[in-house]
């Protein structure tokens, strides 16, 4: 209980948030336009590429997990790992039957 | 011992930032599994479908879904500027960008209720008889895109509902400068919602 | 540690108004159903808790006659599939997976780590309004609607969706209990990161409390997979949507995935807390430093970790590809490891240790002895080839039961004896309480123990009749079973007595160094007057 928070408060600039929103709006721009060109089979995995690059631009910087304690980014890596192994398990079933 | 006694709430747990925060991380992380399962079930039908579920994809409006897509990241940028605006001590500020983020979340809804509402319109719902002659493969595209933007859209509401609890207490100075873990909550809540949008956008509308 | 202890209450210390009689805002019945003190909501939970598990195992033994015999007994084939089960969902969801966490979790763990309370009491309470709104809807399902709810605890589809039974209903009372669930994991993981008491570091709490925090994540990571997944049986059986159906192109096998993805790991979060539980009695009792600290916290966390990869398991003759079915099987194979590991830490605590044997010494041994049981019967059945035989036989019956009911359900009475005369302040009777323990012992192996010789020879589990071969083993488990009830309303009896009526316990009675220990029976509101500061780490006896 003696753990004082917040011993340096760290302020998001606007700057930063209005670039990462640019970034976002881009790279939405480019799963759509992709979805254009035909790529196959390997459409899926550029727009799931897309996607994991925006949210880990969300993650680190709209929900602060850059500048906060170090705990909550090794929480999310744990769990995304976790995530993507039981998907991962899941499929060795589903890709020898 | 006795002048604590006369209430039950322990007044004696000094505010700790730091761990309310960490619980919401943690419920973060069993959102993410809900929808993780969801996901599973997504990337096996879809494995075993294949050409069903590019041929149901056609039907989704991509234009509908990439406005709506601008729209979360755009009120998921503004809630999180809201946070610095109270920090900086700047109130209104912090207030209009949630008004804002919670406008551009309804127009959300709104938008979805219109596709919803289209693909009533075509019979392509549950049940309907012009889905179920459209085969299992479509169907199953259906009942994971109604079933999984409906629990999306079910955590909109809840999202903005949260952040108009948080507004109402910056209004009244009780979230304050010094004193804003519960609106990093809520945006940390609303960026869920935003993250997960990322991935069903793709996943549903972005299939041809 | 105890030294820390010792000076904080050196002089004679003043009785104060425990959490049992404190002055609160609300009186008499609100002062508990609004409570926010985790030891009240502990009780909240406990006497929940015990009226299920009474009512549970009171269908357990009418289900035990009605197999008596073959053919039928006391009850027709569909009230014997609805019993079934009610037994199931009663045990699984609102005993044994709440248990130890709900009750002695909340009960020590704040005390343990030197905390006055939880990190968040509202929520807490709110768990359990959760647990009891589950549990109401859960029994209402037996009443309303078109018949209990029949196919087991599982809810597998496609039955569960196209049964006319009350299923739906049952599902969403699980729904709100793995909500209940997740909302205590998430609170206790909040409690041990922040509100350890100053020199509390990470390798110093004690091992119950670890056990709960790799128990937390579990809860919290696991539980939304089955909740969502019971939504989906709901929503297909209102809305004829054809998630698992086949007749829609669903797949099954799919519900079993996502099913076992939650409820292989549910046997963790019932049994983490349950080995936290002996991993404090077993040092007590001995008088002895526990033997591998770091090892038993390491197992905990690698159980909990490796267990989140074995759900297949439960899968070997679903229709799973071979390949699926032997890296199931391998990384089975590997839980058992950590799980040994603990088992040889107790035995090598208690090698030399002053032994006391005190009822809940008796508990812990009986827990080991039938952890292993369940242990090694696992192992026959996590290989594929046995399981093909012995899969869907009462086989399987006996080895969860050995894990879950000799596991958690010892390690429950066990930490209920060890902790009752701090919960109450007072003490049971000694002899009373032993001699509960041998009935419930002895009654408990003759139950469960023909099950695997029964599974063994053939007999397929949750059938209502069965053929006359399979007679004796049947009857003798059936006679099993009331040798157990026997030692279960025994204990209860003396527990009920002695809670008004039994010695005043001290602050200390077992000898123990945890913090818990170092204050007052029953304990005061705020649990310390002043936080303690740890300088040592947890089980040093002098
Ligand atoms: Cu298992």
Request: without cysteine; charged residues 10%; neutral net charge.
């Amino acid at each position: 209980m003696s753990h004082d928070t917040h011993e340096e408060v760290h302020i998001t600039p606007y700057s930063t948030y209005i670039i990462i929103l640019a970034l976002l709006l881009v790279l939405t721009a480019i799963t759509v336009g992709v979805t254009v060109i035909h790529l196959g089979t390997f459409s899926v995995a550029v727009a799931l590429f897309v996607a994991t690059i925006k949210g880990t631009l969300v993650l680190l910087y709209f929900m602060h997990l850059k500048f906060d304690n170090k705990l909550f980014l090794g929480l999310v890596a744990i769990v995304f790992a976790v995530y993507t192994a039981v998907i991962a398990i899941t499929f060795i079933d589903y890709l020898s039957r | 011992m006795s002048d604590h006694s006369a209430t039950q709430s322990h007044g004696l747990v000094h505010r700790d930032d730091e761990g309310s925060k960490l619980g919401m991380w943690l419920f973060i992380f069993t959102e993410i599994l809900l929808f993780g399962a969801l996901f599973i079930v997504y990337s096996v039908y879809r494995f075993k479908n294949q050409d069903a579920f590019h041929a149901a994809a056609l039907n989704l409006d991509t234009v509908i879904g990439t406005v709506n897509t601008v729209i979360l990241i755009v009120s998921s940028a503004t809630i999180a500027m809201s946070i610095s605006a109270l920090q900086q001590k700047n109130k209104k500020l912090a207030i209009t960008l949630m008004v804002i983020t919670l406008v551009l979340a309804f127009s959300f809804l709104v938008n979805k209720y219109f596709e919803w509402g289209a693909k009533f319109h075509h019979g392509l719902y549950p049940g309907a008889e012009h889905l179920m002659s459209l085969g299992h493969g479509q169907n199953q595209f259906f009942f994971l895109y109604f079933f999984m933007t409906g629990l999306h859209a079910f955590h909109v509401i809840v999202g903005m509902g949260f952040i108009i609890f948080v507004m109402r207490q910056v209004m009244r100075d009780e979230l304050t400068y010094n004193n804003y873990t519960r609106l990093e909550n809520a945006g940390l809540y609303w960026h869920l919602v935003d993250l997960i949008w990322i991935y069903l956008f793709p996943l549903f509308y972005l299939i041809h | 540690m105890s030294e820390t202890v010792l000076k904080a209450g050196s002089a004679e210390p003043q009785y104060q108004p425990s959490y049992l009689e404190m002055e609160t805002k609300h009186k008499g019945i609100l002062s508990w159903i609004l409570a926010t003190d985790h030891k009240r909501i502990a009780q909240l939970y406990f006497f929940s808790m015990m009226t299920m598990f009474l009512i549970g195992a009171l269908i357990g033994v009418l289900i035990r006659i009605e197999l008596m015999a073959p053919g039928r007994t006391i009850m027709d084939a569909q009230t014997y599939n609805g019993f079934f089960t009610l037994h199931g969902i009663i045990m699984i969801f609102m005993f044994v997976i709440p248990g130890l966490p709900a009750v002695f979790g909340n009960f020590v763990m704040p005390i343990m780590i030197g905390a006055k309370d939880v990190a968040f009491p509202r929520v807490n309470l709110l768990s359990w309004y959760l647990y009891v709104i589950g549990g109401i809807i859960v029994l209402t399902s037996q009443f309303v609607g078109s018949g209990p709810p029949d196919g087991g605890w599982t809810f597998y589809a496609p039955y569960s969706v196209k049964s006319a039974a009350n299923i739906g209903m049952a599902a969403m009372g699980a729904f709100f209990l793995g909500f209940s669930s997740i909302l205590t994991g998430l609170n206790f993981l909040v409690t041990i990161h922040r509100m350890r008491a100053p020199g509390m570091s990470w390798d110093r709490i004690p091992l119950f409390v670890w056990s709960l925090y790799a128990t937390g994540w579990i809860q919290i990571l696991a539980t939304p997979v089955i909740g969502i997944t019971l939504v989906l049986i709901v929503f297909e059986r209102v809305f004829q949507l054809g998630f698992f159906d086949p007749a829609f192109g669903g797949d099954p096998i799919l519900y079993q995935h996502l099913f076992w993805i939650y409820s292989h790991p549910a046997v963790y979060v019932m049994i983490l807390p349950a080995m936290g539980a002996i991993s404090e009695i077993i040092p007590t009792f001995a008088q002895r430093t526990i033997f591998g600290y770091k090892a038993i916290v390491a197992s905990s966390l690698l159980i909990a970790f490796v267990g989140y990869f074995v759900w297949g398991h439960h899968m070997y003759t679903s229709g799973m590809s071979d390949t699926a079915k032997w890296v199931f099987s391998f990384i089975t194979f590997l839980v058992a490891i950590p799980s040994a590991i603990k088992v040889f830490n107790w035995v090598a605590t208690l090698y030399k240790g002053s032994i006391n044997i005190q009822p809940p010494l008796l508990y812990a041994v009986a827990f080991m002895f039938t952890f292993m049981i369940g242990g090694f019967t696992g192992l026959i059945i996590g290989a594929v080839a046995q399981d093909i035989h012995l899969h869907d036989t009462t086989f399987i019956v006996g080895h969860f039961h050995y894990i879950v009911f000799g596991g958690t359900g010892f390690a429950f009475f066990g930490a209920l004896h060890y902790w009752y005369p701090k919960m109450y302040g007072r003490m049971y009777n000694i002899k009373l309480a032993n001699i509960a323990w041998g009935l419930f012992f002895f009654g408990f192996n003759v139950l469960y123990f023909p099950m695997f010789v029964a599974g063994y020879m053939g007999m397929p589990r949750r059938y209502f009749d069965y053929l006359p071969e399979f007679y004796i083993p049947n009857l003798i488990s059936t006679m099993g079973s009331w040798f157990l009830y026997a030692g279960i309303i025994l204990m209860i009896y003396n527990l009920v007595k002695s809670r008004k009526t039994g010695a005043i316990a001290p602050a200390n009675p077992w000898h123990g160094v945890t913090l818990e220990w170092s204050i007052q029976s029953p304990p005061t509101y705020e649990n310390f007057d002043e936080i303690p500061v740890v300088k040592d780490g947890p089980y040093k006896f002098k």
